[in-house]
């Protein structure tokens, strides 16, 4: 069964970096598929942050991209995020999950809610 | 980008009802690249379909997915009470933007 765990801050200060960490447990990472985060607002709807590779390619939303950066562990089987500059707006649980490209999500962490805050 | 647009924003029906929720991409969805998730509070989204009309594993078919260009349906052929919760369509056939709808509310009557 194929399970992916968050891990990171919960509390973040305006201006600095947001940093998560995705373990991901069986499967292997180096056997293909994207991996991916996506954050939701407290309240609000979903917005696709961006998806990589276990050769490290990655796909970022253009309207973040200037801010995010993915990385790929294979050696430890987990992926991470980071998002500079927060502010108010990053706040969001943000979610892990593995992009199958051609049938969608197929699996999802539990969510990790991250506050920008002073 | 693609925007996506749900309807209705809210949908109020009794267990043992159909429901039919829409999803409108303001172009062509390439491939039919349009996935359908469940949420319910304070839990991960789960695919209920992808391609426009492939069940994902475990998906009781009483969830069926239809559609193609710029129109999709998901329809809930009886509700159980289990199925109330929000629904979003996805779409990701636009590399390398992914974009969701706003979703729908599927609420007790």
């Known amino acids: 069964q194929v399970q992916l765990q968050e891990s990171g801050p919960g509390l973040v200060k305006p201006s600095e970096t947001l940093s998560l960490t995705c373990v991901v447990s069986?499967?292997?990472?180096?056997?293909?598929?994207?991996w991916g985060w996506i954050r939701q607002p407290p309240g609000k709807g979903l917005e696709w942050i961006g998806s990589?590779?276990?050769?490290?390619?990655?796909h970022y939303n253009p309207s973040l991209k200037s801010r995010v950066t993915m990385s790929v562990d294979t050696s430890k089987n987990q992926f991470s995020l980071k998002l500079r500059s927060v502010t108010a707006a990053d706040t969001a649980v943000y979610f892990c999950?593995?992009?199958?490209?051609?049938?969608?999500?197929?699996?999802w962490g539990q969510g990790n809610l991250v506050t920008v805050s002073s | 980008d693609i925007v996506l647009t749900q309807s209705p924003g809210t949908l109020s029906l009794s267990p043992g009802e159909r429901a039919t929720l829409s999803c409108r991409a303001s172009?062509?969805?390439?491939?039919?690249?349009l996935a359908w998730y469940q949420q319910k509070p304070g839990q991960a989204p789960r695919i209920l379909i992808h391609?426009?009309?492939s069940r994902a594993t475990g998906i009781p078919d009483r969830f069926s997915g239809s559609g193609s260009g710029t129109d999709f349906t998901l329809t809930i052929s009886r509700l159980e009470p289990e199925d109330f919760a929000v629904y979003y369509c996805?779409?990701?056939?636009?590399?390398?933007?992914?974009?969701f709808g706003q979703g729908t509310r599927l609420e007790i009557k």
């Open positions: 391609g426009a009309s």
């Open positions: 996805q779409q990701y056939g636009s590399s390398p933007r992914i974009t």
């Open positions: 069986g499967y292997s990472l180096t056997n293909g598929y994207y």
């Open positions: 172009e062509t969805v390439s491939s039919n690249y």
């Open positions: 990589i590779y276990h050769s490290g390619s990655t």
């Open positions: 999950a593995r992009d199958v490209k051609a049938a969608g999500w197929d699996y």
